[in-house]
Structure formats: structure tokens, C-alpha cells
């Protein structure tokens, strides 16, 4: 790309990540076919203010494609962080507002740039804008999450890397108490919490050891573990990425999943003051959760037989960044799968669960997001995400209580939010063309068939058109959605299928017409159901970063296409039918 001239020096590799090949290719794929490996590449060329999505040919070190992209903002860069901090606490506005709350020592400032969001037409995507929060820290390695320089907002444009405008709203005293997480600082008086004694000693050793190694192998990046096969991927923007996911049964592999991955977060904060209501990260389309990656050769949690896979990522210039360790695969003890005492015998028979575990850390600013995929021995699967990190927080002046931001320690409270997954799957459940039926019970009317008023059944609707494959979760219905092949049959002549189960949390909390609720549309139903269609892969658009609304899921399904058909979300996951056949009347009796 450099030697094509068409690139300025002042070029941000914002993204470099596999262009993955068209599912047609890979499913008719053979090995020793040949094959031409691309790479997508994303570019904000500062000086001419202008995005680039660039297709390359790597083995053939040719540029396939050269697309401008208008009136949108890339990722913000880690790269970018840094810049943006030493810039903003070198601004003399900046110092000023800094100075007036009695801090002078400007290195111990924390400097995150929040992205900017879209709120009216100064916040138009032509310019790059960050707004930067400040924290302070009373030395290197103190919390400055404690200390919230409440009220002041710094503007900035990471094109031109200046501050536009330095807000602020009002002084508020800074926290009095440390905030601090280390054993030593926790018997500390000044700390929230404070634990004189230090912490627990309570626990003995508990050791988990597969002496034998390990019941999984490894090949490349395809994972076999007992009957499960998998090819565990990785992109800057998604983080862990499963292609080609299914089961063993009889000595041939059943496809389930063709493609699965988180498609977009939004992190909405519920407190209207003047520093935290633009609080609306979409932590994986404007920051990435893949780049964000721990690398885990520092610090890894799970037990047991681990291996881990690297995955490689680019800087600002466009060198590769090995995120050693980013991914951690093993096994755990699951409690039981199923049990049975015949009562009449003492026969006993229990079947321990044992599941398997994808996972990665990211760590975005003050908070971590773990993603957890799990594969379990009775074929199903399941995704998991812990919260987990440091609070976003503000400082309160003494009886300044507020609904929107409880109390959590001396002058400091942390504002209600909401993190919102997306998970988009595109199921293949014995083959690529499934349908999605919404199931759950109904209480049956009085009458003949229901004499005696105890009758309750079981219903299913298949979704027909998008409009309508908006769903949102009832547990009073213990509804659900199952995704079917009604081609392929089991024992009892009903069509395979999954379930998806949704677990019963809200919705968008935002209200209709707010500038979140337009731009977070994909979180205000639990599950979308789309035909299958490769560009429509991110839940809020492409280009979420200063994005004004509308994009994503809300602008696919506006065609209420048919689907017998299916991309469908649930529990804000949304999956897609694995098939790129138009489904006309005439295939549908097939
Ligand atoms: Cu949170």
C-alpha cells in the first residue's frame, strides 16, 4: 500500500485482519486447492481527514481494491490513547481547570479518551473527535479511578491531535479515599474498602491436574475435542471468532455453526450530568475488543492444562503486533450432566459434565470484558461474558445523592449503565438451510379438550418475514427460539434443531428517540432473525464511531425481507441462517 503513493505519511493503519473468503469457497474447499490469502485493511489518512477500506492480495502483493469511505470514523487506535494524553495534558485550558481543583502535578493525570458519540451536527464524523475524561492519581500506582476530576471535559480531534474545546461544568472536591486493590493497600484507613487485617487466609490448596495431559488436540488453528470440532479465529474488532463449528456422530462431522462471534457491545450510562450522559461506548466497533486482548503470558486465570494461541494484530504504521497468549483454551470440571438413584435397587449412576473453554480478556480503559465459549459433552454450547474491571465513576460533593449514580464510597459514585452483547450466529445445522421457530407455553383456554382448567402446552411459531423476527425474551412463557433443519429428521420424525435459551435481562433502558437509542438500535430487541448476506456482519453498521443512528440491524430488516430465512439474535445475539440461496416458493417444499 505505501508503494502505491496513494497513501500520506501521515496514514493510521487503523485496522489490518484477514478478508475471509466467501462461504461458497470454504465449504466446497479441498485440501491442496488453491488458495489466495488477502488481508482487509482499514486506513485514517489524517491529513486529508479520509478513510480508506483497502482489499490486498498478500501472495500476490496486489491491491484488489481501493474504496474511499465517506463521512465515517475507524476505531479508535491504542496508539492514539497515548497521543491523546500527552497532547490534552500539555493543553495550558486543560492545566487551568486542572489547577483550580488544586492539582499541579500533571503526570499523575489519567487522560481516557471516551468516544465522542454523535449529539447534533458538531459531532458530524468529518472531524475525528475523542471526549477526554481525566482521573488522578496520588502517586504511579494508585487507582485513579478513585479520584474522577469531576466536570471537565476535554474536546479533541485526533486528526489534527488537538484540543478543540476544554468543558467545564463546575468544580467538584476531589474523593478523599483511596481506591486501591493491592493487599497492602487494603489495610490501609485511607482505602475503600478497608480490610485491617488484609485479605482471607482462610483457604487451603486447591489443585487441579490433568497428569495425563490434556483430552484436546490442537491442529493449526482446528480444535478437536471429544466429539466437538472447531477452528478457533481472531479479529481486532470481534476478539475470538468460531468458523466451521460441529459434532461428531457416527464417524462423520454434523455442521452446527458456520460462523459465530460477538457483532457489537454498547456500553449506555444512565446519569444525565454533564460529564457522564455522552457515556456510550461501543467498546467493539469504536475501540475493538480483539486489539484490547490481555495477553495472558502475564497473567492468565484458568486452571488446569492450558494452551494458548497467539493472535496478531497491527499498530498505527501498520506493524504487526503479536498479542502473545491471547487466547486460552482448556478443559473444566462442570458439576454434573445428569443423574439418576433407582430407588428400588440403590443403583447409582451420575455422569460427571466436563466442558470445554475458549476464552480471552479485554481491557478496555477502566473495565474488563472476559469471553468465555463453552462446549459441552451433551452437544450444546454457550457463550459467557464477565464483567468485570474498575467501575467509570464520578465524584459527588458531600449530600449531593443521585439517583442515577449510587454512593460507593466517600465523594465517589458510579453511574447505572448497561452493557449490552450482540452475538451474531450463523447456524448450519446439518446443512446450511435452517429456519427459526419461536417456542414457548401457553395456558390453554377452558373447553373440551381442557376440562378440568390444568392444561398447558407447548406452541411454535416459525418467524416469517424481519419485521416480525424482532423478539424480545419472556420468561413468563419460557420462550425461546430453536433453529431447525426441517430437511433432516430425528428418532421422532421432528426436524434437528438447537435451542437458543435467552437469559431474561433488559432491553435498551434509553428511552425511544434518544441519540443511544438511535445509534444502539441492534440493543432494543433480544433477537433479529436475517437472511444470510456476508456484508451484514456488524450490528450497528460498519463504522459505529461517531455514527448518528440507524445502522445495522434496524437498516437491514427495514425491507422485511422474507426469511424463511434467518439471521436471528437472542439475548442480544442475533444468528444467521448459513445460506446465500435466495429461498423462492419453489425450493421451499424441498
Ligand atoms: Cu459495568
New binding site residues.
Given amino acids: 500500500m505505501r508503494e502505491s503513493g496513494r497513501l500520506g505519511g501521515e496514514a493510521l493503519f487503523v485496522r489490518v485482519f484477514l478478508h475471509e473468503p466467501a462461504k461458497s469457497a470454504v465449504l466446497a474447499f479441498r485440501a491442496g486447492d488453491p488458495f489466495e490469502r488477502q488481508a482487509f485493511v482499514l486506513i485514517r489518512d489524517r491529513r486529508v481527514r479520509t478513510t480508506y477500506e483497502v482489499i490486498v492480495s498478500i501472495a500476490r502483493r496486489a491491491i484488489l481494491s481501493w474504496k474511499d469511505v465517506p463521512g465515517v470514523q475507524p476505531p479508535i487506535t491504542f496508539d492514539e490513547f497515548l497521543e491523546c494524553e500527552r497532547m490534552v495534558k500539555a493543553d495550558p485550558a486543560w492545566r487551568a481547570a486542572m489547577k483550580k481543583r488544586g492539582v499541579t502535578d500533571f503526570s499523575l493525570a489519567m487522560v481516557d479518551p471516551w468516544s465522542a458519540g454523535y449529539y447534533g451536527p458538531a459531532d458530524d464524523p468529518a472531524r475525528r473527535l475523542v471526549r477526554a475524561l481525566t482521573w488522578i492519581r496520588t502517586d504511579e500506582l494508585d487507582n485513579g479511578y478513585a479520584r474522577p476530576i469531576e466536570g471537565l471535559v476535554t474536546l479533541v480531534d485526533l486528526d489534527g491531535m488537538e484540543v478543540l474545546e476544554v468543558e467545564d461544568h463546575a468544580v467538584v472536591p476531589l474523593p478523599t479515599h483511596d481506591g486501591n486493590y493491592t493487599a497492602a493497600a487494603l489495610a490501609n484507613p485511607r482505602n475503600v474498602p478497608h480490610v485491617p487485617d488484609g485479605p482471607r487466609a482462610d483457604l487451603r490448596r486447591l489443585e487441579i491436574a490433568q497428569p495425563e495431559g490434556p483430552s484436546f488436540e490442537l491442529a493449526g488453528h482446528e480444535l478437536r475435542w471429544q466429539k466437538w470440532r472447531v477452528r478457533i479465529g481472531f479479529t481486532p474488532r470481534e476478539g475470538v471468532v468460531l468458523h466451521t463449528v460441529g459434532y461428531e456422530d457416527g464417524g462423520r462431522v454434523r455442521p452446527i455453526l458456520y460462523r459465530a462471534s460477538l457483532a457489537e457491545m454498547v456500553?449506555p450510562y444512565g446519569d444525565p450530568a454533564p460529564t457522564h450522559w455522552r457515556k456510550n461506548a461501543f467498546d467493539e466497533g469504536e475501540y475493538g475488543v480483539g486489539m484490547l486482548a490481555n495477553r495472558l503470558e502475564l497473567g492468565c486465570d484458568c486452571l488446569g492444562e492450558i494452551r494458548y494461541l497467539d493472535a496478531v494484530v497491527s499498530d498505527g504504521h501498520g506493524e504487526p503486533v503479536i498479542l502473545e497468549k491471547a487466547v486460552c483454551l482448556h478443559e473444566e470440571d462442570f458439576g454434573i450432566l445428569w443423574k439418576h438413584t433407582n430407588f428400588r435397587t440403590g443403583q447409582v449412576e451420575v455422569r460427571r459434565s466436563r466442558r470445554f473453554v475458549i476464552s480471552s480478556i479485554a481491557t478496555v480503559g477502566n473495565?474488563e470484558y472476559g469471553f468465555y465459549w463453552y462446549f459441552y459433552q451433551d452437544g450444546s454450547m454457550a457463550l459467557e461474558v464477565k464483567?468485570t474491571g474498575i467501575?467509570s465513576t464520578r465524584a459527588v460533593a458531600a449530600g449531593d445523592g443521585s439517583p442515577h449514580s449510587p454512593a460507593i464510597a466517600p465523594g465517589l459514585a458510579a453511574p447505572v449503565?448497561q452493557?449490552l452483547f450482540c452475538a451474531r450466529l450463523d447456524p448450519a445445522i446439518d446443512g446450511p438451510m435452517n429456519e427459526v421457530h419461536e417456542v414457548e407455553v401457553e395456558t390453554m383456554a377452558a373447553g373440551a379438550d381442557n376440562p378440568w382448567g390444568n392444561g398447558f402446552t407447548p406452541s411454535a411459531t416459525r418467524l416469517e418475514r424481519e419485521l416480525e423476527a424482532r423478539r424480545d425474551a419472556d420468561p413468563a412463557r419460557s420462550r425461546a427460539w430453536k433453529i431447525v433443519n426441517p430437511a433432516v429428521r430425528n428418532a421422532v420424525d421432528e426436524p434437528v434443531g438447537y435451542k437458543l435459551l435467552p437469559s431474561a435481562t433488559p432491553t435498551l433502558l434509553a428511552r425511544e428517540g434518544s441519540f443511544i437509542a438511535d445509534r444502539a438500535g441492534f440493543a432494543t430487541h433480544n433477537l433479529w432473525v436475517t437472511p444470510y448476506e456476508p456484508s451484514e456482519r456488524r450490528a450497528a453498521g460498519d463504522h459505529p464511531n461517531q455514527h448518528k443512528g440507524g445502522d445495522g440491524l434496524p437498516r437491514w430488516t427495514a425491507a422485511d425481507r422474507s426469511p424463511v430465512l434467518l439471521e436471528f439474535r437472542i439475548a442480544n445475539v442475533y444468528a444467521e441462517r448459513g445460506s446465500s440461496q435466495p429461498r423462492g416458493p419453489g425450493s421451499r417444499k424441498e
Avoid: E, F, P, W
Wanted: hydrophobic letters at 50%; proline letters at 0%.
Fill in positions: 456500553v473495565y464483567l467501575m449503565h452493557h
